[in-house]
């Protein structure tokens, strides 16, 4: 007795201490998330103090008073000035200050390095002019910059944020509660509770608390969520069973045989954790763009400088050299891709089209192929009747199907429920039974009638590959009724029009071989790979990346959420399961396939006006930088910083119009 409390002990605290490193992954995870949403916060609290404190620093600076023809000085005005921009300098820029840290440490200067330099400048300089220097100061330029730097990344942050949720989701397909079967009573508890070997029942319409055997009961289980399968699959004794899925019409009592952690939805977890972990970061147009800017800059000023030195004074060699950096980081770079993506996300979701992931959605302009999971996505994920094949010439079709119906409209089983839904006409019914796992029976108009699985019959070669129904009157066989997941139509004009851009279309299911070729035959699709398990989704999308491929994949199901996030772009139905929709750089918030053309075509304008964009946000530079320094001095052409001011503001009113005409 000792001997098994001392191991019954023992293996509480494995149990508690395999929970505690669940847990502790779960709070990373927690904590990553929080992180991410403190930087969303942080990004808006500091644009707002900003912008507000710019309002004075513009008020105050003598060139924006002369450029609008007023004039507003006191006493200490400048110093006022001064203690302003200062407070913008050290709040608004320490983000950027923070990222020129990163950026030099890792040796990979972008936009940050550009926006430190440009306002470092600029603020050092215009303090300098405060307290004596000659020169014009400028402030307004470096609050300015500020802003709009902050409010473009404030956009990016909450363009990102919520990327890794999809682990949270998997966890909310468990049930709170389990009935827990013990010396024939049945206590409920939490399922975090439940032991490998404990017995459980599960009633009808009930999901399943943990992955384990049937040693009780026959009924159908719905596993589509979870294993891409679109038929409920048919649970007896010895019959596997996964955490998560939904039983149907009978009752069963099962033996678990994995802990929480070792579960399908566990390894799922991980999966999905894994590939989010690997997903490469790619550094965007503007960091690239950025990069080339501050080595333009740097070289630019110091070249100006060491030019005008020996023939003209310091303080215009400096003013000259300043302005020259200064210009150089032009406002309109920060809004060229921000004003960009708020269209293109503005105009996608009136398509019924939610980008997620911005890098990701670039990269859909140059894809190769287009995996799409069958159930669901290319299909309606539901079963709808196809064929009906009569045995008996003394009955008609329709006659068939009414009372197949008038029997099926008292089950709640998905292929019940759709031949119900076939027609309207019905008799009357007596003395229903279900026939857990084999089907259905009733007297209608008062003869003895049922419809059960088609197992045992010889069925037509039509209808292979179809699940199959047998109406049976007066124990003769009287017609075959067959049933499908039907095809969406949308999707037969996604694949043409995929195929028409020149880009490759497969079919991925966990469906079974002749069901996934009926469907793929039906809509001409390039290749299609079945009964494929969720574990081996990924995979599939790896080894088509593996060939230098740019891949993405459409899914719903949690089943392809390891698949969507390891794909080059990951596309979810809307309608689908939370965790494939949190998983996906694209989310289609209707169940139309059409959205998919509609977004790799947005993708590809979209990156068009980014590239048209920066052209016009740094293109200026080739006039403004040669001006500034001075090219044209002898000619008496000299570039200041009011008109400079002017070139930067022009140059970001045609980045926001530019933005604006973006069509797809």
């Known amino acids: 007795m000792d001997h098994e409390k001392h191991g019954e002990h023992e293996h509480k605290e494995h149990e508690h201490k395999e929970h505690m490193d669940h847990g502790s992954r779960d709070h990373e995870h927690m904590e990553h998330q929080g992180h991410h949403g403190s930087m969303v916060k942080d990004f808006q609290r500091r644009f707002i103090v900003s912008i507000i404190l710019t309002i004075p620093v513009l008020i105050l600076s003598p060139m924006i008073q002369e450029f609008l023809g007023f004039s507003l000085t006191f ?10 921009s200062s407070a913008i300098f050290v709040y608004g820029g320490y983000p950027f200050f923070k990222g020129f840290y990163g950026e030099i440490r890792n040796r990979a200067p972008g936009m940050m390095t550009l926006i430190a330099v440009a306002i470092t400048v600029a603020y050092a300089y215009s303090a300098a002019v405060t307290f004596g220097l000659e020169g014009a100061v400028f402030f307004w330029e470096t609050a300015t910059l500020i ?28 049930p709170d509660i389990a009935h827990r079967v013990k010396n024939e009573e049945i206590e409920d508890i939490p399922v975090e509770e439940l032991a490998v070997g404990d017995a459980v029942l599960i009633r009808p319409g009930e999901r399943i608390p943990a992955d384990g055997v049937v040693i009780k009961g026959k009924s159908s289980v719905d596993e589509s969520l979870l294993t891409g399968e679109s038929m409920p699959v048919e649970k007896a004794e010895g019959s596997e069973v996964i955490g998560g899925s939904v039983n149907g019409e009978g009752a069963l009592t099962i033996e678990v045989k994995k802990s929480k952690e070792d579960s399908f939805i566990s390894q799922m977890t991980e999966l999905v954790r894994k590939a989010q972990e690997s997903r490469s970061r790619t550094q965007d ?9 501050t080595i333009i800059a740097l070289t630019a000023g110091a070249l100006t400088f060491a030019l005008w030195l020996p023939s003209m004074a310091l303080e215009f060699s400096l003013e000259r050299s300043v302005t020259v950096m200064v210009i150089t980081c032009p406002h309109a770079l920060g809004l060229a891709v921000p004003l960009v993506v708020a269209h293109s996300t503005s105009l996608s979701a009136r398509r019924g089209i939610l980008i997620r992931n911005r890098a990701a959605f670039e990269k859909a302009r140059a894809l190769d192929v287009v995996v799409f999971d069958k159930t669901g996505t290319l299909t309606e994920g539901k079963f709808s009747v196809t064929d009906v094949v009569m045995l008996d010439d003394r009955y008609s079709k329709s006659e068939a199907l009414k009372y197949a119906a008038s029997i099926e409209e008292n089950s709640e089983h998905p292929i019940a429920r759709a031949i119900a839904s076939e027609t309207k006409d019905r008799e009357s019914t007596d003395d229903f039974k279900a026939l857990p796992g084999k089907g259905v029976e009733a007297t209608v108009a008062g003869r003895k009638m049922r419809v059960v699985s088609s197992q045992g019959y010889e069925v037509p070669d039509e209808l292979k590959g179809k699940t199959t129904v047998l109406l049976i009157v007066d124990e003769k066989p009287v017609a075959f009724i067959a049933l499908a997941d039907k095809v969406r139509k949308e999707s037969i004009e996604a694949v043409r029009e995929l195929k028409a851009m020149g880009i490759r279309t497969v079919m991925l299911t966990g469906d079974r071989e002749d069901a996934a070729k009926s469907v793929a035959e039906a809509l001409a699709i390039d290749e299609y790979f079945a009964e494929v398990m969720p574990d081996r989704k990924a995979e599939k999308i790896r080894e088509l990346k593996d060939k230098n491929l740019k891949v993405a994949m459409v899914g719903d199901g949690i089943n392809d959420a390891p698949a969507l996030v390891s794909g080059d772009v990951g596309i979810a139905i809307g309608a689908g399961a939370d965790v494939a929709i949190e998983s996906a750089d694209i989310v289609l918030v209707k169940n139309d396939p059409m959205a998919v053309v509609s977004a790799i075509k947005l993708a590809k304008a979209t990156y068009s006006k980014m590239v048209q964009n920066l052209f016009w946000a740094t293109g200026y530079n080739a006039v403004a930088i040669p001006l500034a320094a001075g090219v044209l001095y002898g000619y008496g052409v000299l570039l200041s910083p009011a008109v400079g001011a002017i070139l930067m503001s022009l140059s970001t009113v045609i980045v926001a119009v530019n933005a604006g005409l973006l069509r797809a």
């Open 75 to 84: 006493y200490g005005a400048d110093y006022v000035l001064f203690f302003v």
């Open 147 to 174: 802003d709009i730097m902050l409010l473009g990344h404030w956009f990016e942050m909450r363009s990102v944020m919520g990327a890794s949720r999809a682990l949270e989701e998997l966890s909310k397909l468990m």
């Open 285 to 293: 147009l503007a960091d690239r763009a950025a990069f080339f800017l």
